[in-house]
């Protein structure tokens, strides 16, 4: 169903000009009607005075980005999208089934009372919330803050991951007719796409995964690709909203983490790699320092050392410069040999 778009109804200030001037001349035309003993004047006068209000009903103002589908008995008639006060048909209805519910962090619209008057509290109190409960569609760009989710990577080990989704409504007669409720169905969508990406990604870079579906190893992971693990959801929510009459501007994550069950062991490992590569650093440098110091030693000719002596020279500058601690100094106050 294609949207229709109602442009040539912005007449809400004239009808409500005309309607309480025909209100003013009923009520004086029963004043006459009575001193002159005219029944036909008062007749007319009384039923233009009971029935009138209903052309109020047909009365809608619409704020900048709001939009009102409407339906005639069933029928889908068109939307009002321009702001202004527009008089239409005064039995069209408005449609909103996704007007009650309110997203995690997302500026709906809801222009109907905190609390119902006191005349409608009891009895018919939930019948008048509905009533009072406001049907613009908002057309504003919204975000979706999806709960975290607990999720297994492509390693098999869990994760929490949240998301943040930037959306907004493009075509209002999808979004209220192709779905039962475009809000909801946003939500478990967003759940799905969510699970599906995330699972053909490690948390951190991994051997021998492939995370493109090319049948090539790669190095992407959570962790360090969330610019496009976050486009990639992005892309899958845009194809399974589309014909709900959503866009999807934006995904982006949130959280990201280990699941606490799992979280202790890996930061252990990754404490451990971390002191590995440190290590490693370490050593590099402390081998580059030693034959330097070999090399100054061999071009200046400072000290000749025999090869048992080269040895334990080595051996003490690498356990100097690859301690944890300071080394304590020993001053050999005696022969070399």
Same mark, same amino acid.
């Given at each position: 169903?294609?949207?229709?778009?109602?442009?040539?109804?912005?007449?809400?200030?004239?009808?409500?000009?005309?309607?309480?001037?025909?209100?003013?001349?009923?009520?004086?035309?029963?004043?006459?009607?009575?001193?002159?003993?005219?029944?036909?004047?008062?007749?007319?006068?009384?039923?233009?005075?009971?029935?009138?209000?209903?052309?109020?009903?047909?009365?809608?103002?619409?704020?900048?980005?709001?939009?009102?589908?409407?339906?005639?008995?069933?029928?889908?008639?068109?939307?009002?999208?321009?702001?202004?006060?527009?008089?239409?048909?005064?039995?069209?209805?408005?449609?909103?089934?996704?007007?009650?519910?309110?997203?995690?962090?997302?500026?709906?619209?809801? *222009?109907?009372?905190?609390?119902?008057?006191?005349?409608?509290?009891?009895?018919?109190?939930?019948?008048?919330?509905?009533?009072?409960?406001?049907?613009?569609?908002?057309?504003?760009?919204?975000?979706?803050?999806?709960?975290?989710?607990?999720?297994?990577?492509?390693?098999?080990?869990?994760?929490?991951?949240?998301?943040?989704?930037?959306?907004?409504?493009?075509?209002?007669?999808?979004?209220?007719?192709?779905?039962?409720?475009?809000?909801?169905?946003?939500?478990?969508?967003?759940?799905?796409?969510?699970?599906?990406?995330?699972?053909?990604?490690?948390?951190?870079?991994?051997?021998?995964? *492939?995370?493109?579906?090319?049948?090539?190893? *790669?190095?992407?992971?959570?962790?360090?690709?969330?610019?496009?693990?976050?486009?990639?959801?992005?892309?899958?929510?845009?194809?399974?909203?589309?014909?709900?009459?959503?866009?999807?501007?934006?995904?982006?994550?949130?959280?990201?983490?280990?699941?606490?069950?799992?979280?202790?062991?890996?930061?252990?490992?990754?404490?451990?790699?971390?002191?590995?590569?440190?290590?490693?650093?370490?050593?590099?440098?402390?081998?580059?320092?030693?034959?330097?110091?070999?090399?100054?030693?061999?071009?200046?000719?400072?000290?000749?050392?025999?090869?048992?002596?080269?040895?334990?020279?080595?051996?003490?500058?690498?356990?100097?410069?690859?301690?944890?601690?300071?080394?304590?100094?020993?001053?050999?106050?005696?022969?070399?040999?």
């Amino acid at each position: 169903m294609g949207e229709k778009i109602l442009n040539n109804k912005k007449n809400g200030m004239a009808v409500l000009l005309l309607s309480v001037l025909f209100y003013l001349e009923a009520v004086f035309g029963s004043i006459v009607g009575g001193i002159t003993g005219n029944p036909f004047l008062i007749a007319i006068s009384c039923v233009y005075l009971g029935v009138g209000w209903i052309f109020w009903l047909g009365l809608k103002v619409l704020k900048p980005q709001e939009a009102l589908v409407l339906t005639l008995f069933g029928n889908y008639v068109g939307t009002i999208k321009e702001p202004g006060f527009y008089f239409v048909n005064p039995f069209c209805t408005a449609v909103n089934p996704a007007a009650k519910t309110r997203l995690n962090q997302s500026g709906d619209v809801n *222009d109907g009372p905190k609390s119902l008057p006191a005349f409608l509290k009891g009895t018919a109190g939930a019948s008048a919330e509905a009533e009072f409960t406001s049907k613009k569609i908002s057309l504003k760009i919204m975000t979706l803050n999806n709960n975290r989710q607990k999720i297994n990577d492509c390693l098999g080990n869990p994760v929490e991951i949240g998301i943040a989704v930037m959306w907004r409504v493009t075509d209002t007669a999808k979004a209220v007719f192709n779905v039962d409720n475009y809000k909801e169905y946003l939500s478990l969508q967003c759940d799905s796409a969510l699970r599906n990406i995330v699972r053909l990604y490690p948390y951190d870079v991994a051997p021998n995964v *492939d995370t493109t579906g090319d049948g090539v190893a *790669d190095d992407g992971s959570l962790r360090g690709s969330s610019d496009i693990v976050a486009e990639r959801i992005r892309t899958e929510i845009q194809q399974k909203v589309e014909n709900a009459g959503l866009e999807i501007l934006e995904a982006r994550i949130t959280y990201l983490a280990y699941a606490p069950e799992i979280a202790a062991v890996m930061l252990q490992r990754q404490q451990a790699s971390a002191i590995i590569d440190a290590r490693k650093m370490i050593v590099d440098g402390a081998v580059g320092m030693v034959e330097m110091a070999l090399e100054r030693l061999n071009e200046n000719h400072t000290v000749d050392l025999d090869e048992e002596r080269k040895a334990a020279m080595v051996s003490n500058l690498l356990v100097v410069l690859c301690g944890n601690h300071d080394a304590q100094p020993i001053v050999n106050t005696g022969s070399l040999y």
